[in-house]
């Protein structure tokens, strides 16, 4: 069963806060949140490597292959890779892998307030160069596993995207949907919300869908 809790109109676009099941929605892009040598071995990433099968893994390494090639890891926190969905082809166009700060190594905790709001800028500059994206579904990034603090995870997801839909430019994103399931992170952004709500970009719309 589908739960609305928050959705937020701005000048470009919609956010939607929902408690559902990631894999089981249908969209233009899934977000998956991989580590940085997309290994799909954790939690949400696990999931989504599971369900699209062999050939993602494959390519995968194959990206990996090649930035060690240039003395790179495969994916450098708040960067992002983008993969066909293989399996997933029927629910979305494209699988976006996003590396986003993993608070559980100290060095990305202590610049976490930096490096999530930079993580969803270039994940919105790599929807942007697709084209055919207008839909999305994600997590909220840096949650669950990486141990972002949940309350100030909450405001700054907030913030970010709100910021980001009701810019100066134009995203050419219509709906951008985070699903939830942790209780903590769905309390402490109904919190902060209620909160902040007069200050946050854009207008409630939450009673009209």
Known sequence: MVQLFMSRTCKWGK????????HKQTADALITPA???????EGLDAITHKLAGEELLKKCREISAEQRKLNLPPC??????VTEPYNLEKQFKHLIHVVS?????????????DLLPATYQN????LKELKDVRIVVSPPLSMGIFAYPSREGARLTLESLLGIL???EDPEIDEYTIIVKDRNFIGNM?????ESEDQLPGFDSTNEM
């Open 15 to 22: 956010l939607k806060v929902i408690g559902a099941d990631l």
């Open 35 to 41: 580590n940085n040598r997309l290994s799909g071995r």
């Open 76 to 81: 450098p926190v708040t960067t992002n890779v």
């Open 101 to 113: 700060p993993d608070c559980r190594r100290p060095n990305q905790d202590e610049r976490r307030r």
């Open 123 to 126: 994940l919105f500059e790599t």
């Open 166 to 168: 009701d810019g100066d």
């Open 190 to 194: 109904r919190t902060v919300y209620r």
